[in-house]
């Protein structure tokens, strides 16, 4: 119901293709066809890719800044909570290291305990193969996961999938402020890395309880541990936290 709810309001809005008909129970849906191209992470390594980079900022810019009136919620932090659960329920293997990456977090919820993060509507998913580029315009599709939530979480977790270079993330983060951003909004943009590969590296062993190929997750799961450890122990991560104090 909330994906319904969402859906047809940015459907409304011009971001998500029109909507005709879905099925709030099951999730069938159908939409407009759009003949444009999807993008992929090598489109970000090509000449168009800072003419992609400022479509997909000013579209995240609309949708957070668009006064619709959202169903639903999707908040990383407690996401990450509801996970330790299943892994402790489970008796699941984590990477090693994970105790100190909570530690981290644990540290961070205090600091964001007198500095609350703004709520908008966001889309939680941003990554290259749900948009479309079709002639001057960017569409965002599959809004699964939209809710009311962090706006800078969108612009973290874009950047993340990406692997966006240090000149094309400033590029992201202009565009999408219209100025660059302040230390505390730095701050929040670096936190919501941190949880975003902190959620999804812990969503790894949870699939893999589930049946997916052992594998696969764990290396993926690994990969996105390695670089929330790295940011974590970074001069500039801790040095972002002090700006929050």
Not at 85 to 113: C, F, P, R, W
Not at 171 to 181: D, E, H, K, N, V
Not at 192 to 218: C, E, R, S, T
């Amino acid at each position: 119901p909330a994906e319904d709810n969402n859906a047809h309001l940015m459907a409304e809005a011009g971001t998500n293709p029109e909507l005709f008909y879905y099925d709030a129970v099951v999730g069938d849906k159908i939409d407009l066809y759009i003949d444009g191209k999807t993008l992929h992470i090598p489109d970000f390594q090509t000449p168009e890719a800072d003419d992609y980079i400022k479509l997909i900022a000013t579209t995240l810019h609309q949708v957070h800044n668009c006064g619709k009136e959202f169903k639903g919620k999707f908040d990383f932090f407690e996401q990450v909570h509801n996970y330790v659960e299943l892994l402790k329920a489970n008796t699941l293997d984590i990477y090693v290291g994970h105790e100190q990456v909570m530690a981290k977090l644990a540290e961070i919820e205090q600091i964001l305990s007198h500095n609350p993060r703004r709520q908008t509507p966001t889309h939680n998913d941003p990554l290259p193969e749900n948009w479309i580029v079709k002639d001057s315009r960017i569409y965002l599709i599959d809004w699964e996961y939209g809710g009311v939530g962090d706006p800078l979480m969108d612009v973290a977790a874009f950047s993340l999938e990406v692997g966006l270079s240090k000149a094309q993330e400033q590029l992201l983060i202009s565009t999408y402020f219209g100025r660059p951003a302040t230390d505390k909004e730095y701050a929040m943009i670096l936190i919501n890395k941190f949880v975003n590969d902190l959620l999804w590296y812990m969503w790894a062993p949870i699939q893999i309880f589930n049946g997916k190929p052992k594998d696969w997750y764990w290396n993926y799961g690994l990969g996105r541990f390695d670089r929330c450890v790295a940011l974590m122990n970074s001069e500039l991560f801790n040095r972002s936290l002090g700006c929050l104090d």
